[in-house]
């Protein structure tokens, strides 16, 4: 299918990938794919370092990351720290410098691209002022290089929603329609994707690309989507005591209890959505026809063995201008 498609989606300069797990802790699966990637790729990995989320009307530090392993050898992360856009409703003038400090002192104790930091945060036009205030001031406080992402919707609404006082933004091309219990799929769908895509050439900030290699399961109860099982080891497919075929990618519990510590009630229906080969294909060619010159990274999300056991290292270099076969 890859020689087929004849490179016409390569649009990128280098291979990079998110982790987002609350453990560095990467297993075979995961070494090998970036052992296969060396010649294509950019050597770093954005590691999600923590959230900050408004929990009891505070802000609290959530989801730290635990760094069980050491960096591949050639490697360095990119810590990237997730920002609850309600926490942009609260005044805390201290913000800027209390992440900054927080990012410095576990990048000096891992070997982290303390030069670099990427904020993650889903701005609103209500809070866009405060958020671009903690951005410049980071900035200030650090003299780092700082990116942030950029979602669909601020691409093409982006003279309403600002567009952030960084070095470089990263497109957000996933997560794009609503969790639900119809047939359509929320992490990739080209049809809405391109539909906001007309501004995309004049943006006014230098952009990578983050695309999707990744699945979860929409946990559905009466016809209602109650939860979201992004990591699972279950194999619903072929555990035949506990679930039946309910359609296309959809399972029905047979038998309740708790799944790989997800608990499921008999009658619920396990609705799996996924990227695959084909449809990031078709992405990367959809944006290839609305870019002004190819992005210098193409950062899939995420690195994690349950996700990428279904791609090889062949499709991800596909995507990428030089051929690693030359190198």
Not at 70 to 89: D, Q, R, T
Request: charged share 25%.
């Amino acid at each position: 299918m890859l020689s087929a498609c004849q490179n016409d989606h390569r649009i990128g300069n280098n291979i990079s990938f998110y982790h987002w797990g609350s453990k560095w802790n990467p297993n075979q699966t995961e070494i090998d794919l970036l052992n296969n990637l060396s010649d294509v790729s950019s050597n770093r990995i954005y590691v999600h370092l923590f959230d900050l989320k408004v929990i009891d009307s505070t802000v609290q530090k959530v989801s730290s990351l635990e760094m069980i392993q050491s960096l591949p050898a050639g490697y360095c992360a990119v810590p990237v720290v997730y920002l609850e856009n309600k926490v942009f409703e609260k005044n805390d003038d201290s913000l800027a410098n209390k992440v900054y400090e927080v990012v410095a002192r576990m990048s000096r104790q891992q070997n982290f691209c303390v030069e670099e930091l990427q904020i993650d945060c889903d701005w609103s036009e209500k809070t866009k002022d405060a958020y671009f205030l903690f951005l410049k001031k980071i900035k200030d406080k650090s003299n780092w290089k700082i990116t942030a992402t950029i979602r669909l919707h601020q691409i093409k609404f982006y003279k309403r929603t600002g567009v952030p006082p960084v070095d470089k933004g990263v497109l957000m091309y996933y997560n794009m329609g609503k969790i639900a219990a119809d047939n359509r799929n929320s992490i990739l769908d080209n049809q809405i994707g391109e539909q906001y895509l007309d501004q995309l050439d004049q943006y006014p900030l230098k952009l990578d690309l983050a695309l999707p290699c990744f699945q979860w399961w929409i946990q559905l109860r009466n016809g209602q989507p109650i939860a979201l099982i992004s990591k699972w080891n279950h194999s619903p497919k072929s555990a035949k005591d506990q679930f039946e075929a309910n359609g296309l990618e959809r399972y029905r519990v047979k038998s309740a209890g708790f799944y790989s510590g997800h608990y499921l009630q008999e009658g619920d229906v396990l609705k799996l959505e996924k990227s695959d080969e084909t449809q990031v294909i078709q992405a990367a060619r959809i944006l290839q026809k609305r870019i002004r010159e190819p992005f210098e990274e193409v950062i899939f999300f995420e690195l994690d063995s349950t996700h990428i056991s279904s791609f090889d290292a062949s499709f991800f270099s596909s995507f990428i201008l030089r051929d690693s076969t030359n190198h």
